[in-house]
Each structure stands twice: as C-alpha cells, then as structure tokens.
C-alpha cells in the first residue's frame, strides 16, 4: 500500500523540459534522474555565462511556479515566458495557455541545488556550473 501512494505521489510531480540549447562551445544540458518508478530529479549542467530556458508541465503549463537557489552566487534564477502556446489538459480547439517557465544563470563555478514548486508538484535540480573554456594562444598565418 505504502509503495502504491509513493507512486501516485511520484507521478504526480511536473516534467521539466530544457527549452533553449547551449552556445557554440559551451555547456547548458538538463538531464532526467531516472528513480525506480518515474524520474526522481534532474540534473543541469551550465556552463559560466550561460542562460538556460526550462519550463513545467503536467498536462498543461504548471500552475503557480515558484523556483528559487540555494545558492544565486553560482546559479540565478528568474521566472520566464517563451512566448509560446501549449495545450492546456484538454484537446478542445483553443485552449492553450503560456508555458510555464523560468531561465537559470550560471554565474560562477560551483554547486547549487534549484527548488521547482507548483500547485502540480515540486521537483529538485542539482545544478553545477563549470568555467568556461580556455581560450587558446592566437593562430598564426603564414603568408
């Protein structure tokens, strides 16, 4: 019985879904963490600098999303709009809602664990930002 009200609470908790992909060069990659039953958490890497667009769903657009750091040093985070429609839980024509979203900043490197809460569920991001890359010494061309 225990294990069927796990799963029910399991199953209820949002999807997230990376929106926007990484620059040329850089890292910004939103991973599921798979639990025995459904996804247990997700992990993100970002690179510095680098802004990443993730948005809640659950049969529509997440209702009430609140997303918060533990650490805005490393990893910021603000609540979004992609400027997108999506169908909003049933397949009526017209019943669409904005996606419910929220854009995480790697400003520094380290750790950070994101908070995601909605009137769906909540669900956890541990977030690492890694440096940038090096920058190379200047090419030289011969003539």
Not at 93 to 107: C, E, L, M, S
Not at 109 to 133: I, N, Q
Request: proline residues 9%; hydrophobic residues 45%.
């Amino acid at each position: 019985m225990r294990a069927l009200v796990l799963l029910s609470l399991a199953a209820c908790s949002p999807i997230l879904m990376s929106e926007s992909p990484a620059p040329p060069g850089r890292s910004a990659r939103l991973d599921a963490v798979d639990g025995f039953w459904s996804i247990k958490s997700y992990r993100l890497e970002l690179s510095q600098g680098v802004a990443i667009a993730v948005s809640c769903y659950r049969g529509g657009p997440c209702e009430k999303l609140a997303v918060t750091s533990d650490n805005p040093a490393v990893a910021e985070v603000k609540p979004a709009s992609l400027g997108v429609l999506i169908p909003n839980g049933s397949m009526l024509a017209g019943n669409r809602a904005t996606t419910a979203a929220f854009v995480v900043v790697g400003k520094q490197p380290g750790l950070a664990r994101v908070h995601v809460r909605s009137k769906d569920g909540g669900r956890e991001l541990a977030v690492t930002v890694v440096p940038p890359p090096a920058q190379g010494a200047p090419s030289t061309v011969a003539r």
